[in-house]
């Protein structure tokens, strides 16, 4: 028996994947797991609908607002931080290696919960697309099987094939909404107030609702840094394309919410969005646009609906390759194809999202509506609620790193950015606390509204505690957790060169 160095053994067993991505590519892999159409056909009405307030188009203000302020120390921790994994290594660099590794595992199960959220969408939208289209009836769970299949192929090819598809599908889904904004605002029944955009309107009791649900529109926005290790130049690729992202995706939400208003008539839509709900859209261009506009957007948002999952798991598939490679979960997660893809990372996440949709069809309880009502609803919406209290602890992780060593870092971007943004993002984690049984559509007391936010945090603590064992067993590699490739001479090595295996 003899000590190998990990350094040495994926070497031999692992590739380095290619520097395909620009900032651009990256940018719609963002906005892709944002899914804009998703987002403004079905997350705007829900926001009318639920908080009964028109100002909805001034929470994605807000909220853009706050998430740029984040993305400056983000990105300029970026500069110095050339890891995957995004959370995980600013906050183990920041805040300490044990809490690193908590963060990341309860990204991977907040990631996990959004991703398979979505499948549940998909299938329920593709189903009922086919019954109403082409009187063709077949379970919704059959095509969260044939995405499932689908998402996991494509995981495993080349990045930049992916990211050439998402590309294509996100730009498609901006085009449709384009159209119905504009259309919407040649029909404008009660003409084009701005109070709709006013941030000071949004400010009534209705709050905590709004921001909590417009919160889970902007999920993805922070996965930049996933994508580090196939940059073409990291260090300012994850900046760019986050700032890209935020700014992109803020100003386009809050543009299209408002057109939503101006065209459905404001004394009207939150009447409307009760009465159709993610229907909406597809009602007023069926009135306004015809049926073949219609019937376009509808693809189109199966296909944002397919783009999400796919930049979800390439998300999820590099936080398990990452802590595979650094002995946080067994090592063959770590395992890469030719081009560099998480092989064995995707087929776990492809693995999972199967096994948690066939527990869901065994729990169906006949109601049509139960993979959008139950599945979709409490997955994805437990999943930002582990995604923002996340953003707050790298917010914190961003100001103690550069309180340590400003590394040149103006004074904004290290400290009153992050300060403002840790703030805001706090605040948001405790209205989406607060309003849980309002996004779920459950009473306050349901067992299932503490359950599920308690699996994010449970997933965390177990992070902590597995993080503080490996610093008592195995110091050298405790020493590498988050740190790995800083520590790397050789630009070519995949892995820590101070972790350890016995062979």
Known sequence: MSSVPTRQKYQ??????ERRLGVLSIAFMIVAASAPLTAIAGGAPTSFAVTGLATVPAGY????????????????MARFIERPGAFYPYVAQGLGRSIGVGTAYAAVVAYNMMQIGIFAMFGFTVSSWLGGRFGLETPWWLWVLVGVVIVGILGILRIDFSAKIIAVLVALEFL??????IIALVVAPEGHSAAPLNPAELFVPGIGAVLSFGVAA???????????????????????????????VGLFYAFSAWSMVVGVGHSQVVDQSR?????????????HAGTLVTDIANLLFITSLFAALQAFHNTVA???????NEGMLPHWF??????????SGSLAQSALAVLVTIGFVIADSGDPLFPVL???????NTGAFGLVMLMAMVAAAVIAYFAKDARGVGLFSRLIAPVIAGLALTTVFILVLVNFPVLMDMPADDFMTYLLPILVILAGVIGVVVGQIFKRTDPKKFQGIGHALEEETDPGALTSATTTHTS
């Open 176 to 181: 449709v909404v384009i159209v119905f904004d």
């Open 318 to 324: 590099r936080y398990f390759a990452e802590l595979g």
């Open 12 to 17: 031999r067993t692992e590739h380095q994947p």
């Open 275 to 287: 009465e159709f709900g993610p229907d909406l859209l597809f009602v007023f261009l069926s009135t």
């Open 61 to 76: 203000i807000v909220l853009s607002a706050i998430l740029a302020l984040f993305a400056f120390g983000y990105a300029a």
């Open 374 to 380: 139950t599945m979709f609803t409490w997955l994805t």
């Open 218 to 248: 902007f999920m993805g926005f922070e996965s930049a840094a996933i994508y580090a290790r196939e940059a073409k130049d990291p260090k300012r690729t994850v900046g760019r394309a986050t700032f890209l992202a935020v700014i992109v």
């Open 334 to 343: 770590g395992r890469r194809s030719q081009s560099g893809a998480p092989v």
